[in-house]
């Protein structure tokens, strides 16, 4: 299994470990399945190409042309198209095409759904039709089928949150259940404002829980609406709620303003064909309950700063870390790291529990990517003021090719030769702070 090279919140683990963090599913986790004629489960674009192309082969009556539906579904009007090809397949033909797609018989749960069980969530919600989530939980406890709820059990039974028993709710339906399947917009419009349990249950929810989405594209409409809809709620928040996606999907401003706005912090990953680093960092939270240490131990283990620098101007950095331990301040960076250590985990966990991030810029600051991720870390997080970022330069720098973030920020300048006295303004603000 490949290890996860993104960043973990500290406060995500926190929040799992509290059974306080729902998982909200999207169609991604499930389309790494493979159907017995070799496809993929569909996403929802490719699930409405299907669609599409299943009621022309059963010679449906449009009252538009295909084409323009066709259309539709390229431009990413998704739910427009649903709308129309709701209107027009009738709820028999709607049927048989939930069960070729979904009844498959090599449709089972692959070794992302297998992980889920694993992670100690407060419950999962889902927008896939699909009983892979299910199916995964029911083998992890040796057939006992877990709680599973419909937007249509709201009506009749209290809300599943004032239970502590774990459940599984599918926001647009359950394939079992055909008449409670959600598809078009006038689908959307009826669940969000005529049909008060429902809008209550999701901003209770989104108030009180923290919900980690993942298996969510760049075109989503499952994830616009849920946003949009809920935009109002998330100002009154208890915490913030995180995403997984992969890199480059937002860039460093949008993030911000998802996070400042929504309460909505992304957890990037690089991509590759198979988004293995899904599995990756699922697998990581796995790992982070397997070797789980006491809330107070996390807890007290606090830095005064963490280093983030250039592998090439490692004596610089020794040189500096010196004197601030001198001044006995504590101070992290990876050089003393024991070769048994899960690098990534132990990064992740110094950052988070860290009160500074001592950016160390040399002339080799600006061709490492990872140092640009730590950099927007530090950035994101200073945002909500977990942490404050300091940059210090050390040797002749190119100021011109500063990143864009940095420029409004002071930076404490240093040449090759400098001394504990020329870092004093830095020690100042460590330990004002302290």
């Not at 959307?188 to 980690?212: I, N």
């Not at 283990?301 to 950095?317: E, G, L, M, P, R």
Request: with cysteine.
């Amino acid at each position: 299994m490949k290890q996860f090279k993104g960043f973990i919140p500290g406060e995500l683990i926190d929040s799992i470990r509290n059974k306080k963090c729902i998982l909200f599913v999207g169609a991604g986790l499930s389309s790494k399945v493979k159907r017995s004629n070799g496809i993929n489960l569909p996403n929802w674009k490719w699930f409405l190409d299907e669609l599409l192309e299943f009621a022309i082969d059963r010679r449906v009556i449009f009252s538009v042309n295909p084409d323009d539906i066709k259309e539709m579904i390229k431009n990413d009007n998704l739910i427009m198209a649903a709308q129309e090809l709701q209107e027009t397949i009738g709820k028999h033909d709607f049927g048989d095409f939930l069960h070729q797609v979904f009844r498959d018989r090599e449709v089972i749960p692959s070794l992302t759904h297998l992980l889920l069980p694993q992670i100690p969530f407060r419950s999962i919600l889902t927008s896939n039709y699909d009983n892979l989530i299910e199916g995964a939980y029911t083998l992890h406890y040796s057939g006992k089928i877990p709680n599973k709820f419909t937007q249509e059990d709201l009506i009749s039974i209290s809300s599943p949150l004032r239970k502590e028993d774990f459940y599984i709710f599918k926001v647009h339906g359950d394939l079992d259940r055909p008449n409670t399947i959600i598809l078009g917009s006038r689908d959307y419009q009826k669940l969000f404002f005529r049909s008060p349990e429902y809008r209550q249950f999701l901003e209770t929810l989104f108030s009180v829980y923290t919900v980690l989405f993942i298996g969510y594209g760049a075109s989503d409409p499952d994830l616009e609406n849920v946003l949009e809809r809920l935009s109002t709620i998330f100002n009154r928040t208890i915490d913030k709620h995180y995403i997984l996606l992969p890199e480059n999907r937002f860039n460093f401003a949008e993030r911000k303003r998802l996070l400042l706005d929504k309460r909505l912090e992304v957890i990037q990953y690089t991509s590759d064909s198979t988004h293995s680093q899904v599995d990756a960092f699922l697998t990581d939270l796995v790992n982070a309950f397997k070797n789980e240490v006491s809330t107070q131990e996390r807890t007290t283990k606090k830095f005064d700063a963490f280093i983030s620098y250039s592998h090439t101007n490692i004596q610089d950095v020794k040189k500096l870390r010196r004197f601030l331990l001198d001044e006995r301040l504590s101070v992290w960076y990876d050089m003393e790291l024991e070769p048994s250590q899960d690098i990534q985990r132990t990064l992740t966990d110094a950052i988070n529990d860290s009160r500074f991030m001592i950016i160390i810029i040399t002339k080799d600051y600006y061709d490492s990517e990872w140092l640009e991720k730590e950099l927007e870390i530090g950035l994101l997080r200073q945002v909500e003021g977990k942490i404050k970022v300091l940059p210090v330069s050390i040797g002749e720098i190119d100021f011109n090719r500063l990143p864009r973030e940095l420029r409004n920020i002071q930076i404490l300048q240093l040449n090759k030769e400098f001394t504990i006295e020329d870092i004093r303004p830095l020690i100042r603000i460590l330990k004002k702070e302290n």
